[in-house]
């Protein structure tokens, strides 16, 4: 789980996009996009990922890896992964490296749908945003993953399990 920031040139503020990739088959299962990065935004965030995966009342062992950000480290945000029963693990200050999955899709999110782009409004980041969430979890071939979207490995995964 990591933020990433976009410029509102219309409104001159900043957009935070809040994403959750799974590691196991790259899929971003939550995201949102804010004009606040707060505890309350991430506890969100983290919510709905439990819903899009089905396991919100059973979440079996789950790790949420994150940086040391005010929003990840905030009491809401904290107490939000013990009443889930998720643990929160922390990456180490300055290692960047430790959450590579979420920085490589903020890459290609940036790369492929924030450069080049002037944003006039909120909505217009988050129609972009979601437009390219949804093909990069539908459409866009993985070769860690045996060449197939993110969401076909899962369905893959889940019709085997």
């Known amino acids: 789980m990591d933020i990433k920031y976009a410029f509102i040139a219309g ?6 996009i809040t994403s959750i990739i799974d590691v196991f088959d790259r899929e ?21 990922g439990l819903y899009s995966r089905g396991i919100k009342d059973n ?9 040391n950000g005010s929003q990840f ?13 998720v643990l929160h693990e922390r990456i180490p200050v300055r290692s960047p490296n430790y959450n590579a999955f979420i920085e490589s899709y903020h890459r290609y999110l940036q790369d492929e749908c924030l450069t080049g782009s002037i ?10 945003v979601n437009d390219f ?17 993110p969401h076909q490995y899962y369905l893959n995964k889940l019709r085997c399990a």
């Not at 409104?11 to 935070?16: C, E, F, G, I, W």
């Open 119 to 128: 944003y006039w409004s909120l909505d217009e980041i988050r129609n972009d």
């Open 11 to 16: 409104t001159k503020k900043t957009a935070y």
């Open 28 to 48: 971003i299962v939550s995201t949102s996009i804010d004009l606040s990065a707060t505890g309350e935004v991430a506890k969100k965030v983290l919510i709905q």
């Open 59 to 67: 979440p079996n062992g789950l790790v949420i890896r994150t940086d």
């Open 73 to 85: 480290i905030s009491g809401t945000f904290e107490k939000s992964c013990l009443d889930e029963n």
């Open 133 to 149: 969430v949804y093909r990069y979890n539908n459409e866009r071939i993985h070769s860690s993953i045996g060449y197939i979207s």
